[in-house]
């Protein structure tokens, strides 16, 4: 059974940090590509960032810059860290795996910045 667990999530000012964890199981995470996406209120889940299994990474232009994905594969678990966060960057932030069959989410974190 595949799990997500993020973590980390809480309320910030602006210009503020928070890091985001991605704690997986049941998958084989050194092969894995891991997404985050977010999701504000009344708005679609939009994709943030990703790395893959040999640590490229990418990023949505709106955090270029700002965030930093990175993974450890030994605790399988992927990181978030968000620098510099502005109110419009408040959004429940998921972690996603592409599977196979199916794609896998975890239950989301909140991040609120507050002004």
């Known amino acids: 059974q595949v799990q997500l667990v993020e973590s980390g999530g809480g309320l910030v000012q602006a210009g503020g940090s928070v890091r985001l964890s991605c704690v997986a199981s049941?998958?084989?995470?050194?092969?894995?590509?891991v997404n985050w996406y977010r999701q504000a209120p009344g708005n679609q889940r939009e994709w943030v960032a990703l790395i893959n299994s040999i640590g490229r990474t990418n990023y949505a232009d709106p955090v270029k810059g700002r965030f930093t994905i990175s993974r450890d594969n030994a605790e399988k678990t992927a990181y978030l860290q968000m620098d510099s966060l502005k109110p419009e960057d408040t959004a429940v932030y998921y972690c996603n795996v592409p599977g196979s069959t199916e794609n896998y989410w975890g239950q989301g974190t909140q991040v609120t910045v507050s002004s």
């Open positions: 049941g998958i084989v995470f050194r092969i894995a590509t």
